[in-house]
């Protein structure tokens, strides 16, 4: 099955918020493209709340001037460059070994920061259809994925038990590995 790429002109870089978040770096964020060829089952892109138009992973629209508008807006910034660490799926990459071999990675890549997150799940078509996958290739992990997002938050968040002992391995690690969490912190001032 093909890609159908559309195309879309943009006036601005950044989009800005209501309030700060973590994952997009304060309150603004940078959105190259809507639907994902990726077409990754756990993508928080494919809730209702986000509409977009066609297959999620065959229709995407490219803001195809973004990277000119991106380029002239922090050229002469000194922009330090992290990894947006997420999702960490639970018994898949959320385990010891796992963040093990990613905080190596990213302290021998020289990342300046990173920003790690566990997964979310909105109810509906995107719970659903990962619920559908995570049955047919990880069948062993349906009930643990259950437990864990048996609330049906409208956010798509875990149980608060589970979140605790994310943090907790996460801080295992960044407790181990030099990358600047100040970096982190000043960009998300200085966006705000």
């Known amino acids: 099955m093909s890609v159908n790429i559309h195309y879309k002109t943009v006036g601005s870089a950044l989009k800005k918020g209501v309030f700060a978040n973590p994952f997009s770096l304060g309150k603004y964020a940078v959105s190259p493209y809507m639907a994902c060829e990726h077409g990754c089952i756990?993508?928080?892109?494919?809730?209702e709340r986000y509409f977009v138009a066609g297959n999620f992973s065959k229709d995407i629209?490219?803001?195809k001037n973004l990277?000119?508008?991106?380029n002239r807006a922090f050229r002469a910034k000194g922009i330090p460059v992290g990894v947006l660490?997420?999702?960490?799926?639970?018994?898949?990459?959320d385990t010891m070994d796992h963040m093990d071999r990613l905080y190596q990675a990213l302290s021998d890549s020289g990342a300046a920061f990173d920003?790690?997150?566990?997964?979310?799940?909105?109810?509906?078509r995107q719970k659903d259809l990962f619920?559908?996958?995570?049955?047919?290739?990880?069948?062993?992990?349906v009930e643990l994925y259950e437990y864990i997002f048996r609330e049906n938050r409208?956010?798509?968040?875990?149980h608060a038990r589970y979140i605790d002992e994310l943090r907790e391995k996460l801080g295992l690690f960044l407790e181990q590995v030099i990358l600047d969490r100040k970096v982190f912190d000043s960009i998300t001032l200085s966006l705000d």
């Open 115 to 124: 920003i790690p997150a566990g997964l979310t799940l909105r109810p509906g």
């Open 131 to 141: 619920f559908k996958t995570l049955g047919a290739h990880f069948p062993q992990l």
């Open 67 to 70: 990277p000119d508008i991106v």
């Open 154 to 158: 409208r956010s798509g968040s875990p």
């Open 61 to 63: 629209v490219v803001r």
């Open 42 to 47: 756990y993508c928080d892109g494919r809730a």
């Open 85 to 93: 660490a997420m999702p960490l799926l639970p018994g898949i990459t």
